[in-house]
Every structure is written in C-alpha cells, then in structure tokens.
C-alpha cells in the first residue's frame, strides 16, 4: 500500500489507490488477455472463411457459365480423345476466348482435356501461358464426377483460389475435359486484413473497458474499504480512535470492518485502564522506592552491627579457644597430679600393708587378741584403700587416653569363669549365688580381656554390693548373626530409680548419699566399665526395676575389627607439632556427622575437636590454631581436599600437621592423598574409634620422642608423661 499521507475521508482518493487494486488489474488483464486474443482468432476464422466461400461461390459460376458456354457437344464424341484432334481442340480454345472476351472475364480460365484418364492442358490457350497444371486436388474432384469445387492454395506465383466446372461431349457421355477459373488471394487476404483490424480494434476495447469497469467495481467494494480499514489502524496507532470507518456493508468486509470498530473500542478501553494503572504503578513505585531506601539504611546499620557482633564473636570465641586450652591444661596438671599421686601413695601404702602382714604373722613378736583386732582393721583398710587408689589410677589412665588396646584370642566361657572366680567368696559371704550362663560351644572372640576383665569385675562387683538376697547370673550369648556377643549381669538387687539411670556412668555419681554411706564405693566404678567396653568398640546398657534388681548389659564385636587400610604405621610420621599442649583436632568435612563423631569418639580424652566445612575454612583454621591433626575428607564442595593437602604441603610452617584422611572418595584418590608425606593414616567412612585412638597414640609417642631429642636436658620420663596425660 502506498506509504503518503492518508487522505481525508471522502472523494479525493485516487481512482486506483493502493497496490492491491494495481494487483488485481494487472490479473485481470493477464486472465482477459488469452480470452481478447481468442475472440479475436475466431472472429478472423469465420471472416477468412467467408471471404473464401463467397470468392468460391463466384468462381464456381464462372467456371460452370463458361464450360455450358464451350457448347462442347457439337463436337464428335471421341474427336478429343484422338491425338491428332488439334483443329477440335482450336475450335474449342477459340470458343472459350470467345466466351471470356463476351462476358469480360479476366481471370486466367484453363482447359483440360480428358486424355487416357491424365488431363492434358490445351495449349496456346492463355495468355501468357499458365504452367500451374491441374492440382490434384481438382483432378479427384473431377474423378468424383463432383460437378463443381473450389480450391485454395498457394504457388511460387502467390496465393490463389480455383474453381473447376468438369464438361462432356455428350449429355451421357463421361467427363470429356475440365474448365479451371483461377483468381488471385492476395486482394481477397488484404481485405480480410482490412476487415480484421476493425473487428480486433472492436473486440480489444470492448475487453479493456470491462476490466476498467470490474476493477472500478472492485474498487468500490473492495480495496476502498479495505484502504479505509487501513487508515483506521494506522489512525489507531497514533491514538486517534475516531478516524469514521463505515460498517454498514453487509458483506465480509462489512463485517470486518464492524469487528475492528468494536476491538477499536475495546483496546481503547484498555489502553484508558493501563494509562491509569501505569500512572499508579508509577506513584506506587516511587512510594516502594522511598521505603527500599529507607529499608537499605536500616540494613546498612543492622549490617555494621552484625559485623561488630560478629567481631565481638571472634574475639569471644578466641578467649574460649584461650580458655579450653587452659581447662585442658588444668586437666592434665589435674590427671598428672592424680597419677603421681597414686603412685606416690601406693608405695608407702604396700608397705603398711605389707608390715601389717608381718605383724600378724608375729615377725616382730607375739602380739594381744586387741593388738591382733586392731591390725586386721589397719591391714583391711590399708588393702581398701589401695583398691580405691588403684581405681584411681584405672581411670586416669583411660581419662588421659594412655590404655591401650591388646587384641588376642579368648574362650569367652571360661574368660568369664575365670573373671568371676575370685568374687564367689564375696557372694558366699553374703549368702547369694553367683551363676554363670553360657551356651555350650562358642568361637573364640578377638579382643582385649583386660579392658574386658575390668569392665565385667566392676558390674558383677556392683551387683553383689546392691543385692542383699537372691541371686548374680553372669549370662553370655551371641547375637546379630554371631557378628557380635553380649554378657549380661543379672542381680535381684534394690535396683536403681528411673531418674537416676541416665547418670550412673557419670564420674564419681551415686544414687544418693544414704547408699553410700551403707554400700561404700567411689562412684567411678560404671565410668570405668563404660569407658573399657567403649575402648572395645561396644556398648553398654542398663535395665532396672527399683526393689526387684538390675540388668547391666554389654554388646561387644566378637571380632574387634582389623583395619586393611593404610595405618600410621606405614609412614613416618614427618615432623610433629611443637607445642604438645595443642590438643585441637581440626576435622573438614562439608557434613557434620564426622566432626560429631569424632567430637563422640574422642569425649573422653583431652582433645577438643573444631570443624571447617570447606578447603578455604580448613585452611583458614589450619593457619590460625595450628592443630596437633587434622581428619580430612577429599571429597569437599568447590576445592577437593587434595586441594588442601597441596597448600599444606608448600606452607613451610603447615607441613609439619599430621593429617588422617577419612573419605569415601575412590581408591585412586585415596591413594593420590597417601602420596602427600603429612598424611599419615586413610580410613574409609565410617570412622573407627579404635583405629582413630591408636593413631592418635602413635603421633603423641612420635611427638614424645621427638621432644625428647630436641630437649635432652629435661628429665625424659616427666616429659613423656606430660606430652601424654
Ligand atoms: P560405686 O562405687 O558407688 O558403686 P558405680 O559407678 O559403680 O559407683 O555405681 C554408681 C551408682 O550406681 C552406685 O552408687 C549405685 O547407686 C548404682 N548402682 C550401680 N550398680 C548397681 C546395681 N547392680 N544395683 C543397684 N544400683 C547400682
């Protein structure tokens, strides 16, 4: 359509507006082309035809005028056929000039005659002579015995109309000869010419003035209304939404135009809405931007404040890091003290016991019944008193983290009997039986009958203490598929009060004073049967009824686990931290199972466990607490932990930390960590408590020696005792 200006409504658009109306013009033109051109063929046709026929029709008169005229019968039948008829054939010649010169034809006329059934031209007939002959054409019209028939044909002479007019010697007689009128075609052509020009000039226009006509028809149904149409939109793009657009049309384009009008209104009800919602959006935007604002400063502030806070939170936390050192360093001076004092009390104490012993044997002379008394109390008391001490002891040592684990074979039946034996005279005593339950054939277990010895004398011991009547059973069995063995410790005891189960293995905790006072003890008893099945990788539990007796039950594997993985043993350890008295475990791992467990695991000793969750964390907290080892996982979200281990390894003051990788990372990576010299141990996930203690044991003797070489003048016992508590 064309780009200009829209016209006003109305009259002045211009008759073929728009590229459509072009368009379909030139289609119309292009159909109605073919079809003037065809009209104008058939009406040349029918022109040229009857143009011939009518030149035919003429010639045929001439030619059937002219052969009665040679009044041919006067002659003899057969004087033509002879060959030397030449006078007949004169006479017959000259009459036809007669006749042409009378009926003032000048038309070239030809004669043939009718000779051994060849037609033969009579000479010196025309003038000048004509040499065409009879065309065949003629001669089977003749042979036809047709009595007229007209040619039309074209010779190096030009174009040219025949007619022929056969004659006979006789009424009867046959076809003596043939009477050829010719005339030329070429005036008849440029008449017919002449004709069709005004025919074509005719057909032509008339063609051309119904294409103008259907396209002006077009134009008033069609593209004015659609060009209308157009102005409408184009009015409604710059908002003018009353630009008249005329519906009344009842055709599609009526209805088109009908539809436009009603979206015309009601996209300017819409764009009326938007206007004002935009306008309120507008304000409402500006009302939210001033609050955004307003809320950005409170930000900003609150932003500071959580920084100060969080400033005043490191500095918190590092006074607590401060102060666990020092509660840590209170409770080796304290496991120290306890140690030495045990030790230094023991001896003085064996010797009482011991010059007691000698006194009662009368070594020193025989002695009074009351001296005798008084010495039995000095000696029982002295020998209780060095079974507490010695408890002590026990549980300073599992405190500090100093007992080992010795893993052998035991028959578990008679480990218990054996275990039991030296209480039977107690429970005698007290007039109780003491049984042993155990199924007839067992495998031997793999663990530490020591640490299970202890733990097994503190519960029968306890449950002898709290039972006045009745009976002890010591009960053995298997369990979880032969994986694992549980003793239990029965007794019809006074049972212990609901409330107070969760706190007897607390340290020094007893149900209350009054029991005390009547059943004795240190209340570390369960503490140290707690903390040697924990060291055996086992669990104990507690079942009681108060006024019916006690249940004490200890799961055990009955196979303490052997750990294929790469042990600390393997390596050297590279260098050991310098300061023992950092007993800061660093454990980095994204999750917090392994920090918890290793927080669980290592409860009892005198190391504090401190988590990192990635490699920039870990690295954070390595550099700032130089821990005495960190437990790593390889698997870490953004930098993998081998990551971590290669910054380790270039930081000269780093290199020296000992690191265990826990992970469950693939075996190449694993190995891939081995390489790096301060990892000292690999242990897949879950973590082995007991597998942990050992290392940890193995880097506290590391550290030992190491401190003792390089400080050989300190007195190495005291030293190692120190690095160790
Ligand atoms: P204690 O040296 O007092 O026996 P324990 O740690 O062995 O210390 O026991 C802690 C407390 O648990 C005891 O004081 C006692 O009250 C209670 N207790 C332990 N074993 C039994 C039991 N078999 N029957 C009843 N009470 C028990």
């Given at each position: 359509m064309s780009e200009k200006p829209a016209s006003a409504p109305?009259?002045?658009?211009?008759?073929?507006?728009?590229?459509l109306h072009y368009k379909i013009l030139l289609a119309t033109l292009l159909c109605a082309a073919p079809l003037i051109f065809g009209v104008d063929y058939l009406f040349y046709r029918n022109l040229r035809r009857d143009k011939i026929a009518e030149q035919g029709r003429q010639l045929q008169r001439i030619a059937a005028t002219t052969a009665t005229l040679l009044?041919?019968?006067?002659?003899?039948?057969?004087a033509l056929l002879k060959p030397e008829a030449t006078l007949e054939m004169r006479a017959l010649s000259a009459r036809l000039r007669a006749v042409q010169r009378v009926n003032e034809l000048d038309q070239p006329i030809e004669l043939f005659y009718w000779r051994e059934g060849k037609p033969v031209p009579a000479e010196g007939l025309a003038s000048p002579p004509?040499?065409?002959?009879?065309?065949p054409e003629a001669r089977q019209a003749v042979q036809r015995q047709e009595v007229l028939s007209t040619d039309v044909y074209t010779d190096r002479d030009g174009a040219w109309i025949s007619a022929y007019a056969p004659f006979r010697?006789?009424?009867?007689?046959?076809?003596a000869g043939v009477v050829a009128v010719s005339a030329r075609a070429d005036r008849m052509n440029l008449l017919i010419i002449d004709h069709f020009k005004i025919l074509f000039l005719e057909v032509t226009l008339t063609g051309l003035f119904i294409i103008v006509f259907f396209s002006l028809i077009l134009r008033y149904f069609v593209t004015q209304p659609l060009g209308r149409l157009l102005e409408g939109v184009r009015a409604m793009t710059r908002r003018?939404?009353?630009?008249p657009i005329p519906t009344?049309?009842?055709?599609e384009l009526g209805a088109l135009a009908r539809a436009f009008v009603q979206m015309r209104e009601t996209l300017q009800h819409y764009v009326a809405e938007l206007e004002s919602f935009a306008q309120t959006l507008e304000e409402k935007v500006e009302e939210r931007s001033i609050d955004l604002m307003s809320a950005n400063q409170e930000l900003l502030l609150a932003n500071s404040e959580l920084y100060e806070n969080q400033r005043q939170l490191r500095k918190i936390n590092e006074d607590l890091r401060r102060a666990n050192l020092a509660v840590m360093e209170t409770n080796r001076l304290k496991s120290e003290f306890v140690a030495n004092m045990s030790h230094e009390l023991r001896t003085p104490l064996n010797a009482i016991i011991g010059y007691a012993s000698l006194l009662q044997r009368g070594r020193y002379g025989a002695l009074t019944e009351a001296q005798l008394r008084a010495l039995t109390r000095i000696a029982e008391n002295s020998t209780n008193l060095l079974e507490l001490i010695n408890t002590f002891l026990d549980f300073s040592k599992i405190a500090a983290g100093k007992m080992e684990v010795n893993v052998s074979e035991v028959d578990l039946a008679q480990f218990l009997s054996e275990t039991i034996a030296p209480l039977d005279a107690l429970a005698r005593a007290k007039g109780l039986t003491l049984r042993l339950e155990a199924p007839p054939r067992l495998p031997p277990a793999a663990t530490d009958p020591s640490r299970l010895r202890q733990a097994i004398t503190n519960l029968v011991s306890n449950a002898l203490k709290f039972t006045e009547q009745g009976s002890v059973t010591v009960a053995l069995r298997l369990e979880a598929g032969a994986e694992m063995f549980a003793i239990e410790v029965r007794d019809t005891g006074i049972g212990i009060a609901e409330k107070d189960l969760p706190h007897?293995?607390?340290?020094?905790?007893?149900?209350d004073g009054s029991a005390t006072r009547k059943y004795?003890?240190?209340?570390?008893g369960l503490a140290i049967a707690k903390k040697n099945i924990l060291l055996l990788d086992g669990v104990i539990e507690v079942e009681s009824e108060v006024g019916k007796g006690s249940v004490f039950r200890v799961r055990l594997p009955l196979r303490l686990r052997e750990h294929?993985?790469?042990?600390?043993?393997e390596k050297p350890i590279a260098l050991p931290s310098r300061?023992?008295?950092?007993r800061i475990v660093l454990c980095i791992d994204d999750e917090p199972d392994l920090a918890q467990q290793l927080k669980a695991m290592l409860d009892l000793t005198h190391y504090t466990v401190i988590g990192a969750r990635n490699v920039t964390e870990g690295l954070e907290l390595t550099t700032v607490?130089?821990?005495?080892?960190v437990v790593l996982d390889?698997?870490?979200?953004?930098?993998?932990?081998l990551a971590y281990l290669e910054r380790l390894a270039e930081d000269p003051k780093l290199k020296s930390i000992p690191v265990i990788v826990v992970s469950q990372a693939d075996r190449r990576t694993a190995q891939a960590a081995f390489?790096?010299?301060?990892?000292?141990g690999y242990h897949p996930k879950p973590l082995d408590r007991g597998w942990l203690l050992n290392n940890l044991r193995k880097i506290e003797r590391e550290t030992l020696s190491w401190h003792q070489a390089s400080a050989a003048d300190q007195p190495a016992d005291r030293q190692a005792e120190s690095l160790l508590s």
């Open positions: 109305g009259t002045d658009e211009p008759l073929f507006h728009g590229r009044d041919a019968a006067e002659l003899p039948p057969e004509l040499t065409r002959g009879l065309r010697l006789a009424p009867d007689a046959p076809v003018d939404y009353a630009y009344t049309a009842n055709d007897i293995f607390e340290e020094f905790r007893q149900v004795g003890g240190t209340g570390l294929e993985m790469m042990e600390a043993s300061s023992p008295d950092n607490l130089h821990p005495r080892i390889l698997i870490l979200p953004g930098v993998s932990g390489e790096f010299p301060m990892v000292i």
